[in-house]
């Protein structure tokens, strides 16, 4: 399996490429060569097949990136929601110009005489607007409230379209917020949602800028990577044109992932300070807090961890990873 | 109200211009000049105010397309469905960057200081997907099974955000079939539909590529031109994030349509031919049949006429200007 994540330096893809390389396995066949490409070029890290590391735009994806024979593209690459919403021109270049990039990518090796590629899309939460009361089902319409959604709905079509004319066979996962991020906070509307649960392990103050009844539907890293990697690998001949799938992620509340902090760690949650934020709230407020996720579930997609082993695996896979990426040890 | 038509040379655009020229007003304001823009310069209306006729391409939109202090665009220009289907280059820069670039004409007026305009688009049944049996809600999900309808539905996602952003006042109609088109056949999946009516009453003989059971959701376009024309002057401030509305057209079948064709004029459907044709049927099959229209209803949109008042329309409308453009009369 020839293998290349774009948006390999940020933190899916390399969550996804250590599983890779320590796996050397996708769906029971070897990995036989994996490239990553960024906009920063990507840490490679060691692997017992050939590893690329590439610096690069999205919207002009170079041939090394794609090259001939390329079986699986992870297409993580993306502007975050506060991001688009902050920068129309740069969410509507990356986010829509880069997936068009992706499809001529696939057209190339397809014209080439190649099979069309597996591409694994990340699509989010963000597409869909609801209330806080909703549990949406699969065929729920996306009326996406902020850029960031509008673009990912827009290009999940553009993509389903590409797999129904054979440039692709793609899967793209609207993956629910992603708890709990290592790094600082970033410009992602939800990076409160990590933060809340990050910043205290790491023994310092977060924001929350929504109450605590406040719902949310998240995933762990690690079942977003055995997501990504099952999308990877999985049958998709029974998926007809819808491309799309929500994963079965955690439906819970900001008080209960608080609760879970401090049942792993007590006392944890008192480093959270209430300050509300109308313009995050704006935006997570619109997302859905529940899914069905029926047609996941029957795809074989795995469901969710408790919410205490979501705090465990944070710190076990990444708590000293950023202590020392932050300075806050040596 | 200035009022521009990008696509002002096609079928619909001209209708709409003839419209604004004869009457002189939209929604109880006078209009004061009409700019038309398409790929060659539109035929210029006589009218009592100025008419401006502009010939390029929608994905360079020039500033004079869309002048300070346009209250209403008509974005009607754009690649049709089989021809989308034929050339994915072709209907990803026209249906996709067009769209764009009318964003971005709407984002110059606002910065500038002008009002976000409104601007009235045309999707289609054809970003949706059902069976023959199937009666769509409002809330149904567009699953396209064709490139047109994929970038006219990626295209409305895109138009929604931007009016959410302020760059604009939206309302997509997503049209019916429009029957009885003038003119020749063209490269649309659905110009059957008309040339079955159309032809007939010029004479001439027509080929059918589906089963007169085939269900179709048709509408006039004298009552497109009405919807279309509703959509630039309604008040939608109650329309929420989810600016797109499929109108209240006519549910009927192929059989009907040549059943009205014969009370209007009788054995006039002996000159259609039995043809299968599975590429056609196969891209017009995926049409839904019906909607419920439930929105558009309720938001003032005209039902539709009966199906012989749509041949007699034709019949008034159309028929002389199609014998003359075909040199069926001198």
Not at 172 to 198: E, W, Y
Request: glycine fraction near 8%.
């Amino acid at each position: 399996m020839n293998i290349t994540i774009l948006g390999g330096g940020g933190f899916l893809g390399r969550k996804i490429a250590e599983r890779l390389t320590r796996e050397g396995r996708l769906g029971g066949q070897p990995v036989t060569s994996l490239t990553l490409f960024d906009i920063a070029e990507p840490p490679k890290p060691s692997a017992a097949f050939p590893v690329t590391a590439l610096a690069g735009d999205v919207v002009d994806l170079p041939e090394a990136a794609v090259p001939a024979g390329t079986d699986v593209i992870f297409h993580l690459a993306a502007v975050v929601s506060a991001q688009a919403e902050a920068d129309y021109e740069l969410g509507r270049r990356v986010n829509l110009r880069g997936t068009d990039a992706v499809v001529d990518a696939c057209r190339r090796l397809v014209a080439a005489g190649g099979r069309p590629p597996r591409v694994v899309f990340t699509s989010s939460v963000a597409s869909f607007s609801a209330t806080q009361a909703d549990t949406l089902p699969d065929e729920a319409k996306q009326v996406p409230g902020n850029s960031y959604g509008a673009q990912k709905a827009a290009a999940e079509l553009i993509l389903a379209d590409a797999s129904r004319r054979g440039f692709m066979d793609v899967v793209t996962i609207r993956l629910p917020t992603v708890v709990v991020r290592p790094g600082r906070p970033n410009k992602a509307a939800s990076s409160f949602f990590s933060a809340i649960v990050r910043e205290p392990l790491l023994g310092l103050e977060a924001e929350l800028p929504v109450p605590d009844t406040f719902g949310v539907w998240i995933c762990s890293p690690r079942r977003a990577a055995d997501w990504l990697l099952h999308a990877a690998a999985m049958d998709t001949s029974g998926m007809g044109l819808d491309r799309s799938l929500s994963p079965p992620g955690i439906e819970t509340t900001v008080g209960n992932m608080l609760k879970a902090l401090d049942s792993v760690q007590p006392g944890a949650s008192a480093l959270v300070r209430r300050i509300t934020d109308p313009t995050i709230a704006d935006i997570v407020g619109t997302w859905p807090p529940a899914f069905t996720a029926a047609r996941a579930r029957a795809l074989g997609f795995v469901p969710h961890e408790p919410m205490e082993d979501v705090v465990r695996a944070f710190i076990a896979d990444d708590l000293e990873a950023t202590r020392r990426d932050r300075g806050l040890i040596a």
